[in-house]
């Protein structure tokens, strides 16, 4: 083989797998678990050049190809690990590795990776953590052990890596941040957190064996922003509000973690300390390799993260992140239909329908609901503006409150779609008297569980509602959820009488649990057995009646 990767379904191992598969090298990926085969199909990598062979490291390694360049990328990233737990796989293991390049006869290589923190610590200093003190004692015993061997090293010292699934470490800040759960910044204004894309620092350890060895890299972007400037960047990015206050490290170490929300073991990282990234930033040079800029980084990786619900889902809909300050999944120049949700969804409440319908689509989360930030725009002029990069002339399909924007929509600018679809029209229906009573329903609303909505909604539970139940404990979210409900509301009467005016192909589809209370004046149509969310308990259903509005014109 061209290379072997130990830990190749981890974070780093499989973007590394898949670069220099990318590169028509042939690798082994020695795993515990294939986990890494179904990833790579689905970012579709040519897996042609791939063996993936069994190994567990913490054990002596035997039975496995041989290879020229042997990458270690296999740790046990976690806080809270017991002291042996982490010696077992970063310490232990990686000398394991060690002793079995050692037997390699044409051995190019052996890359380790350590950590920008634990290059010089003290493996015994006190007040490190587990993770902390295992990585710092493998980077001392695996250069000593190599020298006695004679095995060609280079030691890669990644600082924060940062990209689509990683959610340990700096992105438990940004959840605490985004949830509205960091009234302050552990550390000082000076705090240096710095940051290195995944994709990024796959393509500098596969340039590495081709280099001179004995070198140790700092892979690291020196221009990454200061602690409070980089939770600011990503809080103005998600619409949120930024701390102003830092709180020095030393308190947040008495304090209780109940109150903090901090893990011990994360505060020996935020620190003011520099790094010696000039090898790296030499080498990098040599081989054509450029960083992206650190704010745009950090901005797509909090794109991945709420995508991701910070790890607790995935994502059912790309492309996906904010525009501005809207939360938009889907293609946003040539959908075939555009999807507004209703309340109190996101825009994941369209999942189930768009596995049946064809051509791309446009989902966003509404203004101030799901995942967007509210805005001082009128809905009106937010879903202008959310049409205007679209070039064809989609079918738009809105649900229970979102069909009133829908329709004014409709009736204004009848050139910019081909037909109009309204799934439980709320203006159209009785109002739910629970939600008249807004104090009580905001109380509501921020407390249920997803089991609880899903009752309270009548629906099934699943990621959805999920989803929903999620995005409502979500500081001011559930206020403005029944602030629209209240708004849309006084709207009713407005709303009955365009339907008279609008002049694009219009279709009506209810529940046979929820019909229309009043004449629509259009063809309605009723699911049998469905209630207010047709398109998350029949999408099929659903779906076939979207031919009767008119197809898409490109």
Not at 17 to 45: F, I, K, S
Request: with cysteine; hydrophobic share 45%; glycine share 8%.
């Amino acid at each position: 083989m061209d290379a072997i990767v130990f830990g190749a379904a981890g974070f780093i191992g499989r973007s590394l797998v898949a670069e220099l598969l990318g590169r028509g090298r042939r690798v082994a990926a020695a795993v515990r678990n294939d986990t890494l085969t179904p990833w790579l199909h689905a970012q579709n990598v040519d897996t042609g050049g791939l063996t993936v062979v069994t190994a567990d490291i913490s054990r002596p390694l035997t039975g496995l190809p041989h290879a020229r360049d042997v990458y270690n990328t296999a740790a046990r990233f976690a806080f809270g690990l017991d002291l042996a737990q982490a010696r077992a796989a970063n310490v232990t293991g990686a000398l394991n590795v060690l002793e079995w390049a050692a037997t390699l006869p044409d051995l190019r290589r052996l890359v380790h990776i350590s950590g920008y923190r634990v290059s010089d610590a003290d493996p015994d200093r006190a007040g490190l953590g587990a993770y902390e003190a295992s990585k710092a004692a493998a980077h001392h015993a695996v250069r000593a052990r190599a020298r006695e061997l004679g095995v060609p090293l280079t030691i890669a010292n990644p600082s924060t890596v940062i990209g689509p699934g990683q959610y340990i470490g700096l992105a438990s800040l940004v959840e605490n941040l985004w949830n509205g759960r960091l009234p302050a910044l552990p550390g000082g204004p000076d705090v240096f957190v710095p940051i290195v894309t995944v994709d990024y620092f796959a393509r500098f350890l596969a340039e590495i064996p081709a280099s001179p060895a004995g070198e140790d890299y700092w892979v690291l972007d020196d221009t990454t922003p200061l602690l409070p400037e980089l939770v600011g960047t990503i809080a103005d990015h998600l619409g949120v509000r930024s701390p102003r206050r830092t709180v020095p490290v030393g308190l947040v170490r008495r304090l209780p973690r109940r109150i903090t929300g901090t893990d011990p073991e994360t505060l020996s990282f935020l620190s003011a300390d520099r790094y010696p990234t000039a090898s790296a930033r030499a080498f990098a040079d040599r081989a054509g390799l450029e960083m992206p800029p650190a704010a745009d980084a950090l901005r797509a990786w909090a794109d991945d993260l709420v995508a991701a619900r910070f790890g607790g889902a995935s994502p059912w809909l790309r492309p996906y992140g904010f525009r501005g300050r809207t939360w938009v999944m889907g293609e946003p120049h040539r959908p075939a239909h555009v999807l507004l949700h209703g309340l109190p969804m996101n825009a994941d409440l369209w999942a189930p329908l768009a596995a049946h319908l064809p051509g791309p689509i446009l989902a966003p989360d509404l203004p101030g609901l799901g995942r967007s930030a509210p805005t001082a725009q009128a809905m009106d002029a937010w879903l202008a503006d959310l049409m205007a990069p679209v070039r064809t002339r989609p079918t738009l399909v809105a649900h229970s409150l979102a069909c009133g924007p829908a329709l004014r929509f409709a009736v204004e600018r009848p050139d910019r779609i081909s037909g109009l679809v309204l799934v439980a029209p709320a203006f159209l229906q009785p109002p739910g008297p629970w939600l008249t009573r807004s104090v009580l329903a905001v109380a509501l609303l921020r407390r249920m569980s997803a089991a609880r909505l899903a009752a309270t909604l009548g629906l099934p539970e699943g990621p959805e509602v999920a989803s929903a139940a999620a995005d409502l404990r979500r500081p001011g979210v559930a206020g403005r959820v029944v602030a629209a409900m209240r708004a849309a509301f006084a709207e009713r009467e407005t709303s009955r009488s365009l339907l008279e005016r609008v002049r694009v192909p219009v279709e009506i589809i209810v529940g046979s649990a929820d019909p229309l209370a009043t004449g629509a004046g259009h063809p309605v149509t009723e699911i049998a057995g469905a209630g207010h969310y047709p398109q998350l308990t029949h999408p099929a259903q659903v779906a076939r009646h979207l031919g009767a509005v008119a197809d898409p014109i490109g």
